[in-house]
């Protein structure tokens, strides 16, 4: 496609990655086209993508079924298929990974949800999964939750790339940047190396907008519509701000690692009556990602109008965030419930997973 909006982000300092995997995109040939053609540079996955890929599709059913017969549980089963799935995307974005120079080039597969709040758990299974896929360019998902910071720095200080992911608030960010610089500086003080070391800080969007509008209508009907749909944008301005000072300064390049980029997600917009590229429009600049389902990506193909726009109107967000308080809006508290509620999310898809997985093992087992 003759200027696609998609292919001019990447001179603008911005990678697209595509927030959905499954068999087919790979065996397709899709997968290759999108990164020829639009310039994708990255996957990620989550507990509900798989879940709809395995449980609402048959493209799976063989393979379950020889899984079945070799006498693999569920669990087992679905871990042989993600990280199936995993490997063969990542060996797609291998090109990508050499040329930026393990900048891009990622796919991401994620702990086991039941683990976001065990911190020992988390570690060991990212220790696994990261020895299971065996490539370069995967980072494993950990959550941001007060139990999974620490696992992180531990991680990063292993050498194992790692995607934070259910970042809702500035301040949780903040505990995120700072146990990847703490990894970062512990494994330089065991003397071992940091080159191609690789994270990101995947903040989530919508979701703010979704709860936070609604409270705005119903306490603050008349100054609602100039705050309605800024939340969220505001608090990933926030927060690029907050990146600029971390990575951007002296000491830090002095450690000669790369930052931890911040990865925006949850880009597909709740309301439909807000612009189906609204949380990738805003978001565009250097040196970040933004990760999009095969919708938005789409749209953004289609009508996508990429400009710098991340760093404009930071003192109108930072305004806008102050305003909250004064109308009983209190952002920390209902952050708090998306990253509960999110947690809670994964591991109800996960479950409904392992379930799906379990009927259809069942079924072959009688065939």
Known sequence: MKNNPLKKLEALGQAIWFDYIRCDLMTSGE??????????????????????????????????????????????????????????????????????????????????????????????????????????????????????????????SEGININVTLIFSVARYKAVLDAYIGGISDRLKLGKPIKNIASVASFFLSRIDAVVDPLLEKLAPVTSQKLRGQVAVSSAKQAYQIYQEAFENREFLKLGAAPQRLLWASTSPKDPTYSDIKYVEALIGSNTV????????????????????????????????????????????????????????????????IDAIKTKSTLTSKE
């Open 290 to 353: 933004n990760t999009v389902p095969p919708e938005t990506l789409a749209a953004y193909r289609d009508h996508g109008n990429p400009a710098l726009l991340l760093e404009t109107d930071v003192e109108k967000a930072t305004q806008v965030l102050s305003e909250l308080p004064k109308i009983g809006i209190n952002l920390n508290a209902i952050t708090d419930k998306l990253e509960n509620d999110g947690v809670a999310s994964f591991k109800q898809a996960y479950d409904k997973l």
């Open 31 to 156: 997968l290759q086209r999108l990164i020829d053609e639009d310039g994708l540079r990255g996957i990620t996955s989550n507990p509900s993508i798989f879940q709809k890929a395995i449980a609402e599709s048959n493209l799976y059913d063989s393979d379950i079924a020889g899984e079945a017969l070799a006498g693999k549980d569920s669990t087992a089963i679905y871990e042989a298929i993600s990280q199936r799935d995993v490997q063969q995307a990542a060996d797609m974005f291998k090109s990508v990974y050499e040329k930026t120079n393990a900048k891009d080039g990622y796919v991401s597969l994620e702990v086991n949800p039941h683990l976001a709040h065990d911190t020992k758990g988390t570690i060991d299974e990212a220790r696994l999964l990261w020895k299971n896929l065996n490539r370069p360019n995967v980072l494993i998902k950990v959550p941001a939750t007060l139990e999974g910071v620490p696992a992180i720095r531990q991680l990063i």
